[in-house]
């Protein structure tokens, strides 16, 4: 078996690519493939681009929307709810966190 070297650039550019030739939505290719990145580059190869195969392999079987966007909502002063819609969580997370930064700023 043959080993081959990615940069983190290259990695992040392999996993885009398969999420979004497999048919996720560019926004859940692009934090997908930044979480997955991060994770071989971080040495943990379980949620790393391994974790592709298992990604693809979900949406391939219906059990995840490709496209769906999440809907963020300020529930209470320090609370912040995040609805998916079905697809994976990585773009609920990043479009709620700068509204959760604020709320913790807020009420610390």
Not at 1 to 8: D, G, K, P
Not at 11 to 24: D, Q, R, W
Not at 27 to 43: F, L, M, W
Not at 50 to 69: E, H, N, P
Request: proline share 3%.
């Amino acid at each position: 078996m043959e080993t081959v070297n990615l940069s983190v650039d290259e990695a992040y550019a392999l996993a885009y690519h398969a999420l979004s030739s497999n048919g996720f939505s560019e926004q859940h290719a692009a934090v997908i493939a930044k979480n997955v990145t991060a994770g071989e580059r971080d040495g943990c190869a379980s949620h790393g681009l391994w974790r592709l195969l298992g990604i693809v392999d979900t949406l391939r079987k219906g059990k995840v929307s490709a496209d769906a966007l999440p809907t963020v909502v300020s529930q209470a002063p320090a609370i912040v709810k995040a609805d998916a819609h079905g697809a994976y969580s990585l773009l609920a997370f990043e479009q709620a966190l700068p509204l959760l930064i604020e709320k913790t700023r807020q009420c610390g």
